[in-house]
């Protein structure tokens, strides 16, 4: 029987940006985001005679993935397989609920999705750190977060950073959302794979992971106190910091687009009018407008003029294995 596994996207409030050891694809700096609920990836996986078969299904169809995109899902198949120990071969039909690659986490919730849907069909423990730590393999760092629901801490613990993500607070703590304006949905020009590479030829990145702890600590003090106001000084200074470190990098990475300062304007003009509403954006021009579900309406309305779509998304609970396949 086949097995489908659906996760979700992330959106980091502290950034996962640079590596401490390149070959392992290990962080520099711990990572704290909010697992999202609507946008996710699903995985459908089966073993199969003959060599291993990727799907992309779109618009109601399914057709051969792209042969880049093949090619790490075949190699992330192989780590699986090594640690689970068999020797099968499987199909993989991947799908997501919103624009790929735009910078909304995707390879995020298609890597957590595609590590639980095999695990699963190859009856292999499946514990949360287990999946974490594989998931990270994939060279999506931020799938180490996806395989967890509410607020999530990635390497838990400081002092290692090949360590896997944990759940820093349940999502029933506090209902937030997560407006996210769209300003390009198009494929990213630069993935976050090169960006983290280059994060360290930024002269500054070495005092950002000096100083990141204690912006950190304001995010998780923030977060466990439902302080609003002081969560959304900190996600914004560490936005502003991330796009420095890699405007700064050489040669320069630009992400943001025109768009994404009319989107960061009328935000600000928001929360000057007394909308609690702050602004984080990642490796892509779309903005994730975050506030506190009462806010959703005032916002998505005042965003929705400057964007190509809004995606209205919240803390979700982390994936699950579907019936459905
Ligand atoms: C800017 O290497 O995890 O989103 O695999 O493309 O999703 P993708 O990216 P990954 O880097 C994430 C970078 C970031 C910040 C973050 O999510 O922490």
Redesign the pocket.
């Known amino acids: 029987m086949p097995v489908t596994a659906v996760a979700p996207a992330?959106?980091?409030f502290i950034?996962?940006?640079g590596l401490a050891d390149r070959a392992l694809g290990v962080p520099a700096n711990q990572?704290l985001?909010m697992t999202l609920s609507r946008c996710v990836s699903r995985c459908t996986v089966d073993t199969i005679k003959g060599p291993d078969e990727v799907w992309w299904h779109e618009d109601g169809r399914a057709r051969p993935a792209d042969p880049v995109f093949a090619a790490r899902v075949v190699e992330h198949l192989d780590r699986l397989r090594a640690f689970a120990e068999v020797d099968v071969s499987m199909r993989i039909i991947t799908t997501n609920s919103f624009p790929t690659a735009a910078?909304i986490?995707?390879?995020?919730s298609g890597?957590a999705a595609l590590t639980l849907a095999a695990l699963t069909r190859v009856d292999a423990a499946v514990d949360p750190g287990r999946l974490s730590i594989l998931a990270r393999k994939s060279?999506?760092?931020?799938?180490a977060?996806s395989v967890l629901g509410g607020y999530v801490l990635w390497p838990e613990d400081s002092e290692d950073p090949a360590s896997a993500a944990t759940t820093f607070l349940p999502r029933e703590h506090w209902a937030l959302s997560d407006v996210i304006a769209v300003v390009d949905s198009g494929p990213k020009a630069t993935?976050?794979?090169e960006?983290?590479f280059r994060a360290s030829t930024s002269p500054h990145f070495g005092r950002r992971v000096e100083l990141l702890g204690e912006r950190l600590q304001r995010v998780r003090t923030a977060l466990r106190e439902r302080d609003f106001a002081t969560l959304a000084e900190a996600v914004e200074e560490e936005m502003y910091e991330?796009q420095a470190i890699a405007t700064t990098s050489r040669p320069p990475l630009r992400y943001w687009r025109p768009g994404t300062l009319r989107v960061l304007e009328r935000i600000e003009a928001l929360r000057a009018s007394g909308v609690p509403v702050c602004a984080t954006t990642?490796?892509g021009p779309n903005v994730h407008a975050l506030c506190p579900d009462d806010a959703v309406t005032a916002v998505a309305a005042a965003l929705s003029d400057d964007c190509e779509t809004i995606i209205i998304d919240k803390v979700g609970a982390g994936p699950a294995l579907s019936s459905e396949h």
């Open positions: 992330n959106i980091a950034k996962y940006w990572s985001s910078g986490a995707s390879s995020a890597f060279g999506s760092g931020s799938a977060r993935s976050s794979r960006g983290h991330m990642d490796a």
